[in-house]
């Protein structure tokens, strides 16, 4: 194993695009995290990285033909095929802007690589990967739908993914830079401000860790959260999955952390590769 320091940074799917919106991106943020991507690699040349970006928009199809559900879920391979075609889509829209930002990752595609068994990766060749790494290159993974020897094919959310590579590659840090500051495990109210209503939202937790670990995913699956513009359309769980997938990771893995992070804000991503405080920390303890 490498003694230079491996971080893995999701650019969520909500930070790419409306995920209410078809056919919607956001170019100049996903530029802007690109150019921050590029200045961290300036300032710590000994960084790795793998990089990956959510699905955004092709949450849509995956909705409307119940693509994690596989076969069961009616939409059959012409629903899967669908899907991925807007994956594909996204994929091409993120590494335009990266290239405009200066920025060129390898593109993996998880779809031909990747076998699940009833939603959970089973089989993952990470070899390729891994000699990227060596040679000094940034991986690109991205939310995808994937063969699953149950269900026939599933979805496949890149914090499933940095779970599975986390056994293998060992991170430093596992970064998911999403539309909110943190995670929210708490109701937001409205309040009446003159004429007008509007949403009270606390600030986000400092941390997570074994003591609070329990409490915080009983209030998400409550449901009191604010999981950001695009989670009525998150077919991969929001908040609450991400939140489950970074704390298996550093139970398994206990001198790794992971961050929630806003990747609104310029400078935050940024902030957050080079292992500054943002966001909410998920460690073991």
């Not at 170019?27 to 300032?43: K, N, S």
């Not at 995956?62 to 994956?87: H, I, K, M, N, P």
């Not at 003159?194 to 986000?204: E, I, L, S, Y």
């Not at 400078?267 to 303890?285: F, H, K, N, P, Y």
């Amino acid at each position: 194993m490498s003694a230079r320091p491996l971080i893995f940074l999701k650019i969520g799917g909500s930070l790419i695009c409306d995920k209410r919106t078809p056919h919607s991106f956001r170019a100049a943020t996903v530029r802007r995290i690109g150019e921050e991507i590029r200045t961290a690699q300036a300032r710590q040349p000994e960084m790795r990285l793998v990089l990956a970006h959510g699905g955004g928009a092709a949450h849509l199809p995956a909705q409307r033909y119940s693509t994690r559900e596989g076969l069961a879920g009616g939409g059959g391979w012409r629903g899967f095929a669908l899907t991925r075609r807007c994956v594909l889509d996204v994929n091409r829209r993120v590494l335009d802007s990266l290239a405009r930002a200066g920025l060129y990752p390898i593109l993996l595609s998880p779809s031909a690589s990747i076998l699940a068994r009833d939603g959970r990766i089973a089989r993952w060749d990470t070899s390729v990967m891994e000699r990227l790494l060596s040679a000094g290159q940034v991986p690109l993974i991205h939310g995808d739908a994937v063969l699953d020897a149950r269900r026939g094919f599933t979805i496949c959310s890149t914090e499933e993914m940095f779970s599975f590579l986390a056994d293998r590659l060992e991170p430093l840090r596992i970064v998911l830079a999403c539309d909110v500051e943190g995670v929210y495990p708490y109701r937001v109210f409205p309040v009446e401000r003159g004429r007008t209503r509007a949403r009270v939202r606390p600030a986000p937790l400092e941390r997570i860790d074994r003591s609070n670990f329990a409490t915080v995913m009983e209030h998400l699956r409550a449901g009191g959260r604010a999981d950001g513009t695009g989670a009525a359309h998150d077919v991969t769980g929001g908040m609450l999955a991400k939140v489950e997938r970074l704390f298996e990771i550093v139970s398994r893995h206990r001198s790794s952390e992971g961050r929630v992070v806003s990747g609104l804000r310029p400078g935050v991503v940024l902030r957050a590769l080079l292992g500054c405080a943002e966001g909410t920390l998920v460690r073991w303890d």
